[in-house]
């Protein structure tokens, strides 16, 4: 996990092919002048487990590739009150083989339901676009924005996604989440 209390923003470019759940960035708080980093899943999480934490923002994530992974383009955040946020995030030209959760924005993560049980997320998530993202879905929903009631999604974009399960559109859930969808976009948008 790559871990920074500077209160600037961070920026980042992914280039990268992945295959294995083991291997994976895991940003959580605020860093800078991080560049491309190989042979990992770019992941946003763990944010919001303490109520004072900095923020992630202006982060670009683009020329992926995912196989038979459990998560692809994720966004994690705990369901416990927080100051933090997240915004500003590309995930730009991915590409999904067999991937379990091609697309998902988690706020009510809560191992074990210890800590955060009935609490919401208090981390703001707002400006985050999916573009040219496609491939297949090892399961039937292939985005899921779970957001928090106390701190709705805004802002959240769909370009141009193509997302199958098993040769057939795959599914979309939306909560508490806002935004737009343009270009070709499959599933149906739920924003």
Not at 136 to 141: G, N
Not at 145 to 160: A, L, V, Y
Request: with cysteine; proline share 5%.
């Amino acid at each position: 996990m790559l871990q920074a209390g500077s209160p600037f923003c961070m920026s980042m470019e992914f280039q990268f092919l992945v295959g294995s759940l083991m291997d994976m960035v895991l940003v959580s708080g605020v860093a800078s002048n991080l560049a491309r980093i190989a042979q990992v899943v770019p992941r946003i999480g763990s944010l919001g487990k303490d109520l004072k934490e900095p923020g992630v923002q202006n982060v670009t994530v683009k020329t992926v590739t995912f196989i038979g992974t459990q998560n692809g383009l994720r966004i994690k955040t705990w369901g416990r009150p927080s100051n933090g946020f997240v915004k500003n995030v590309l995930f730009q030209h991915a590409i999904m083989t067999n991937v379990q959760n091609p697309i998902v924005i988690d706020q009510n993560y809560c191992p074990d339901n210890k800590n955060c049980p009935g609490q919401a997320s208090g981390v703001k998530i707002s400006g985050v676009t999916y573009q040219d993202i496609h491939g297949t879905s090892a399961t039937k929903v292939a985005v899921r924005f779970d957001c928090s009631k106390r701190s709705p999604c805004t802002g959240i974009r769909m370009e141009n996604v193509r997302l199958t399960y098993n040769n057939q559109p795959a599914g979309a859930s939306c909560n508490n989440a806002d935004g737009t969808a343009s270009g070709f976009i499959q599933p149906s948008s739920c924003l």
